[in-house]
């Protein structure tokens, strides 16, 4: 059983801009495990 506080959440952006531009917005979830943090699901958002 998880804690209060073992789950989190980050957004990303990745742009690029040489020429034609492009981004991306992530949101990607996280759970601690340990002393780790591990990726669990990622979103991609507009």
């Not at 990745?14 to 917005?25: D, I, N, P, Q, Y």
């Amino acid at each position: 059983m998880l804690r209060p506080g073992h789950r989190g959440a980050v957004d990303h952006w990745a742009r690029r801009g040489s020429g034609g531009r492009v981004e991306l917005h992530e949101r990607s979830q996280f759970v601690r495990d340990g002393g780790a943090w591990l990726y669990t699901t990622g979103e991609i958002l507009d």
